[in-house]
Antibody, heavy 121, light 108 residues
């Protein structure tokens, strides 16, 4: 059974940093691209970032490029999102998501339950 | 404002057939496949349809997808109360994923 468990969310002041983690199990992590997708309270889904199986290809949404960094550790079956210079508009539930393919342009097929990030003074 | 355009709401009665549209452009739907996700209240999204019209294992055949040009549609036949959820379309767009704004389906 595919399991994706996010952690690291919380309340943070504007301008500060936060690092999210995602522990994956139930599938061959190294064979899949991975993503972060967020959902602001009461709003729709927004893709944040994706990383290919070997970290060779990485993509970001325009809204986070230059502030967020995605990374993965295949030996630890883990995905990360380093979030710097956080803004109020980054407040959202952040989902870790698995891709069917090795490339970022594959298909997101499984989602974790999410970790809530609240940016507020 | 979302790159892919969906109607904010849709509704139907049990047993009815409903469709949800998703409109995009040549850079997303026009040149890539479309996926559909179902998000039940308070839960994470679930893949419903991928590659325009493929159902993952376990998804009932009441759900079907289609694509034509720069638009796609999700059809749900034999509507059931448990289908009440938010539905999102998604497509690759050059170098990033884009989603529709979501359609809230109400079963009357």
């Amino acid at each position: 059974e595919v399991q994706l468990v996010e952690s690291g969310g919380g309340l943070v002041h504007p301008g500060r940093s936060l690092r999210l983690s995602c522990a994956a199990s139930g599938f061959t992590f190294a064979d899949c691209a991975m993503h972060w997708v967020r959902q602001a309270p009461g709003k729709g889904l927004e893709w944040v970032s994706g990383i290919s199986w070997n970290s060779g290809s990485i993509g970001y949404a325009d809204s986070v490029r230059g502030r967020f960094t995605i990374s993965r550790d295949n030996a630890k079956n883990s995905l990360y999102l380093q979030m710097n210079s956080l803004r109020a508009e980054d407040t959202a539930l952040y989902y870790c998501a698995k891709d069917m393919a090795i490339a970022v342009a594959g298909t997101i097929d499984y989602w974790g339950q999410g970790t809530l990030v609240t940016v507020s003074s | 404002q979302s790159v892919l355009t969906q109607p904010p709401s849709a509704s139907g009665t049990p047993g009815q057939r409903v469709t949800i549209s998703c409109s995009g452009s040549s850079s997303n739907i026009g040149s890539n496949t479309v996926n559909w996700y179902q998000q039940l209240p308070g839960t994470a999204p679930k893949l419903l349809i991928y590659s325009n019209n493929q159902r993952p294992s376990g998804v009932p055949d009441r759900f079907s997808g289609s694509k034509s040009g720069t638009s796609a549609s999700l059809a749900i036949s034999g509507l059931q109360s448990e289908d009440e959820a938010d539905y999102y379309c998604a497509a690759w767009d050059d170098s990033l994923w884009v989603f529709g704004g979501g359609t809230k389906l109400t079963v009357l």
